[in-house]
């Protein structure tokens, strides 16, 4: 009776100290009014009446740019029901469409060309309470690409950093998570730029690929995040993770058998010819946990599991030429330890922008917290312990 109250009194503390992770906390970085648009919102006046964003607007080559209206939604809900079916925009909300129509506008990156491959994405983290998750990629020195949303980074800055120290691939997801295709280019070219420039700000790279939200992206949407340098990285395999309860109406065992399906694939020759580029989400723990739970089963069912950069052969995935990520040769030839990216290769694996320091800043007021719960929960254990021998000498 003690141990099971014990058992049950461990759980709690350990589920306040996985809560205290997403307490707010100051950090080194600030975020002056007009510098970045509101958090979570479409960017909008705020940054559109500013200097810096004018001049980025004048950078672009709208004549490069279809002449596409917004998409409209009502309720949720796309109206489709005037638009073309030989779908001109390829519109991948639409029929899936991942080739331009576009005359220059470049293809989604969708799928993984190496065969019994598994493209590893994480969707709209930074979390605040990744940590677990982080530690358990790292144990299994396994690096993912990860797609972050602009919001997410100002809150969680130091969660942003860890994932490019330990070695992740990171890629743009907007700032606030729209859906894409409905918005102004003005608004596009913000939700792009924007989310650009905070990780730029905080983690010191700046990214060349973008993931639509939803997968919402047409030629217009593709073109203006060419204009800024970003390929479009969608998937072949969704595990409608996110849709999983209490975010959701899947319940886990749905989810578990969408990942089951992907697992038989990778054994029964889906993808002997080409691989995976499959979503999964860093949105909650649910979804955090159920990646882990698979990730066994995935790993045993192709052969290689890793960050998209990889498996596309971008051993330069930002701007800044210093971070040197494995092509998929160099991958083969170091399976002994299966480690597939080198963040920094010039040894530096934090941003220039103070980035380390930071992270000691963080892990400092992490610690101390974890330190007086593990000090409770120590105290607690022994009175429990002291009136389980009471009642045993009563
Ligand atoms: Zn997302």
Redesign the pocket.
């Known amino acids: 009776m003690v141990s099971t109250s014990l058992f049950f009194l461990v759980i709690l503390i350990s589920a306040v100290i996985a809560q205290q992770q997403c307490v707010p906390y100051t950090s080194q970085f600030t975020f002056t009014p007009g510098e970045y648009p509101n958090i979570w919102s479409t960017p909008s006046t705020e940054v559109f009446n500013t200097a810096e964003f004018k001049q980025v607007n004048s950078s672009i080559k709208w004549s490069m740019v279809p002449n596409i209206p917004p998409k409209v939604m009502v309720n949720g809900t796309f109206v489709s029901s005037t638009y073309p079916a030989t779908d001109p925009d390829c519109w991948w909300s639409y029929k899936l469409c991942v080739t331009p129509k576009a005359p220059g506008v470049n293809p989604d990156y969708y799928m993984c060309p190496e065969p019994d491959t598994w493209g590893l994405t994480y969707?709209?983290g930074p979390n605040c309470s990744h940590t677990q998750f982080y530690d358990f990629l790292k144990q299994n020195n396994q690096k993912a690409s990860m797609?972050f949303?602009g919001s997410n980074v100002a809150d969680w800055p130091n969660e942003a950093i860890r994932a490019l120290t330990d070695g992740h691939h990171i890629c743009v997801?907007t700032w606030s998570?729209p859906y894409m295709t409905t918005l102004t280019n003005d608004q596009v070219l913000a939700e792009l730029y924007y989310t650009r420039k905070v990780i730029k700000y905080v983690m010191g790279i700046t990214p060349l690929c973008w993931?639509p939200?939803?997968g919402d992206v047409d030629d217009r949407v593709r073109a203006i995040a060419q204009q800024l340098n970003m390929s479009t990285v969608i998937w072949n395999l969704d595990s409608d993770d996110?849709q999983m309860q209490p975010a959701g109406s899947f319940t886990s065992a749905q989810v578990d058998s969408i990942f089951q399906g992907f697992v038989d694939m990778g054994k029964n020759g889906t993808f002997a010819t080409s691989g995976a580029i499959a979503l999964e989400?860093e949105?909650n723990n649910g979804t955090m946990s159920k990646a882990e739970q698979w990730y066994p089963a995935i790993k045993g069912a192709y052969k290689y599991v890793v960050p998209v950069a990889t498996c596309l052969n971008i051993s330069q995935p930002y701007a800044e030429t210093n971070y040197t990520y494995q092509t998929f040769a160099q991958m083969l030839a170091t399976t002994s330890n299966n480690s597939t990216s080198t963040p920094g290769g010039s040894g530096t694996s934090s941003g220039p922008n103070g980035a380390k320091s930071s992270t000691t800043k963080k892990s400092s007021s992490v610690s101390i917290t974890s330190y007086i719960s593990l000090i409770s929960t120590v105290v607690i254990m022994l009175i429990a312990q002291l009136f389980g021998n009471l009642f045993q000498q009563a």
């Open positions: 969707d709209d797609f949303v997801h998570h993931r939200p939803f996110w989400h949105l």
